[in-house]
């Protein structure tokens, strides 16, 4: 849907037909002859993606110039746009050379016509300025260690769209570019909870460095393969359940509710996923589901040996031992009616500063973001917008993981921008990280009298149906097809 600065929609797109590339040319791909009749005065531009001719602009773009591509060549109205810019501010307006204009205009539509991240170009550089930066709990300095920040940024797992992977649910789509966002920071928001779990929140990742095992077991969840746990298709598949098609747009709390789901079926990173409903936190719940004991039932007896696998795995791979299963809690809020209502900016960005944080899901309509920090009234995000090739682990199983960092300076918007829409993500991996947790929101996000961001009680709800911790289904069908049996789906986190 257009944004709000988008440039009105051309005469000509009226309707699927007068989209197509045909109606655009005349016979052998080029513009019929009318249409260079009427501009025969003026030299013509680059041929773009679409097979169209660009005409040059000296001054202001013409706004056909500035529509985005996605790749599979549909346009999209808005601006052209770099991959992983996502929106952007308008262009100032100014005149220039014909050659230099025409050779930048080339420059973007080559980099959408083959899919070609080069970031270089479109770096967005921090401001000179002495307010420290949030991320993700970690306090930054600007001017004393930028290059820290920098790499703190780097080291988050960046997903993006991917194209050629196999087809979901065997006859749907092999790429997920153009609806797939929302499933993407769903999966950075938990495979940063898992990076904190397995390898703690001040690991960093360097290019061509050696990592360890448990990185690469991470990565490989999220492969876009059929049987990896969090895959493209494995959360496409559950969203039907959730009334979502394969294909369509998923929300903030739709995300959330599939990644309960499928850390059902994650005997490895063994993760409690609490998602609030009305606004409301209870602490009783939590400590419910955390401490849960075996299930008395037919399960009971694989509930238990996946609890006392778990405390195992604690004890060897964390170096503690504890009946505390690590908590992944997603807070869905709805900020405002139409835009974020300012009284909750400061709590919102007080979250940030939180060492439990996980950043937010969100972002503008139809666009999501992985939103992982802030600087002043700005928020600081990675964006999923950039179509990648499939990447598939290799013969040891290690992953060639130079695309699932984003390396360069990172994208920020204006925190009035944001769609009131949003899940906030936080890790607690042991009891006292809870704890912790609930006396920073008692004092800063309660301490607000009226219209609080969410609420934290200590009781269930009376009047709530009685909580009872997620179990793992023995079969899970959506409309796409059956879910993977427990045995294909974690297969994956199986070490190779």
């Not at 930048?104 to 479109?122: A, G, K, W």
């Not at 899940?423 to 704890?435: N, P, Q, V």
Request: with cysteine.
């Amino acid at each position: 849907m257009p944004t709000a600065a988008s440039p009105p929609p051309p005469a000509d797109r009226g309707g699927a037909s007068a989209r197509s590339p045909a109606n655009r040319k005349g016979a052998g791909g080029r513009p019929s002859q009318s249409h260079l009749a009427a501009r025969s005065s003026r030299p013509l531009g680059p041929r773009g993606p679409m097979g169209f001719v660009v005409q040059r602009a000296a001054g202001r773009r013409a706004a056909a110039g500035r529509r985005d591509y996605t790749s599979q060549g549909a346009p999209r109205r808005g601006r052209v746009v770099p991959p992983c810019r996502g929106e952007e501010e308008e262009e100032e307006e100014e005149e220039e050379e014909e050659d230099g204009d025409s050779g930048r205009m080339e420059s973007v539509l080559s980099r959408y016509e083959n899919q070609i991240t080069i970031l270089s170009d479109y770096l967005e550089e921090f401001p000179e300025t002495d307010e420290p930066v949030w991320i993700l709990g970690r306090q930054h300095h600007l001017n004393t260690d930028k290059s820290k920040l920098l790499l703190d940024i780097s080291a988050r797992l960046w997903f993006t769209y991917r194209r050629k992977f196999s087809p979901i649910g065997g006859t749907g789509p092999s790429s997920d570019a153009g609806w797939g966002c929302m499933l993407r920071c769903g999966q950075m928001m938990l495979a940063q909870a898992l990076i904190c779990r397995h390898l703690g929140r001040d690991w960093q990742w360097e290019k061509h460095k050696k990592q360890p095992e448990e990185y690469h077991r991470i990565l490989r969840c999220f492969l876009d393969r059929k049987d990896c746990c969090y895959s493209i298709h494995q959360m496409a598949q559950m969203g039907v359940g959730e009334g979502k098609s394969i294909g369509e747009w998923f929300g903030p709390n739709t995300v959330a509710q599939v990644l309960k789901k499928l850390a059902l079926f994650d005997e490895w990173n063994s993760l409690a996923v609490y998602v609030s409903m009305d606004n409301t936190v209870v602490i009783e719940d939590i400590k419910k589901m955390c401490w849960s004991p075996p299930q008395s039932s037919g399960a009971a007896h694989s509930s238990a040996h996946l609890h006392r696998s778990a405390l195992g795995r604690n004890k060897n791979t964390a170096g503690f031992c504890t009946g505390w299963k690590p908590l992944l809690l997603i807070i869905p809020l709805r900020l405002g009616i139409n835009h974020i209502n300012p009284v909750y900016i400061d709590a919102f960005k007080e979250c940030f500063k939180m060492p439990q944080s996980l950043g937010a899901l969100g972002g503008k309509p139809n666009n999501a973001y992985y939103f992982i920090g802030f600087l002043g009234n700005e928020l600081i995000y990675l964006d999923p917008h950039t179509t990648q090739s499939f990447v598939d682990s290799e013969e040891n199983g290690t992953v060639d993981d130079q695309s699932f960092h984003c390396q360069q300076a990172p994208h920020r918007m204006k925190i009035m921008n944001l769609d009131p829409s949003v899940a906030l993500g936080f890790f607690c991996k042991e009891e006292c990280d809870f704890d912790n947790w609930c006396s920073l929101v008692q004092k800063e996000i309660l301490k607000q009298q009226s219209l609080r961001m969410f609420e934290l009680v200590q009781k269930h709800p009376p009047h709530w149906p009685p909580f009872i911790p997620p179990t793992k289904p023995e079969v899970t069908t959506t409309g796409a097809g059956a879910v993977p049996a427990k045995s294909t789906i974690v297969q994956q986190n199986v070490p190779r």
